[in-house]
């Protein structure tokens, strides 16, 4: 099977499955991950698999036992691309406009309100 790294670039033939542990054979970067899997999502940075749990690097190593390599780029943005939807951690990316409306708020919740 033909393999390529996401890292450098590097391909190589190489038969059997992959292990968890395999490694690009010019860089050294793990090939087990979640941005060489065909059930990696980068547009929504998670797996479309309902039954794995979350990693915290989806460009690190990980044990996950549903992993199907695929050759080429992850479906999606790239990984240095951030999304336009939710920004890590789950929360809306705000403009300077909405930071200064929710600041706003917060302190109309502490105003004495005399009527």
């Avoid at 992959?18 to 087990?32: D, L, Q, S």
């Avoid at 690190?60 to 390599?69: A, D, I, K």
């Amino acid at each position: 099977m033909k393999r390529r790294c996401l890292k450098c670039s590097a391909e190589w033939q190489m038969k059997g499955p992959i292990g968890f542990r395999e490694e690009c054979p010019e860089c050294a970067a793990f090939v087990h991950t979640c941005l060489n899997c065909r059930l990696y999502d980068a547009s929504g940075r998670r797996c479309s698999s309902p039954t794995t749990e979350p990693v915290c690097d989806p460009g690190e190593v990980n044990f996950c036992e549903e992993f199907e390599y695929h050759l080429g780029a992850p479906k999606g943005p790239s990984p240095g691309v951030r999304p336009s939807g939710p920004a890590p951690g789950g929360r809306p990316a705000e403009s300077p406009n909405a930071a200064e409306e929710a600041r706003r708020r917060f302190e109309d919740l502490f105003r004495d309100s005399k009527p």
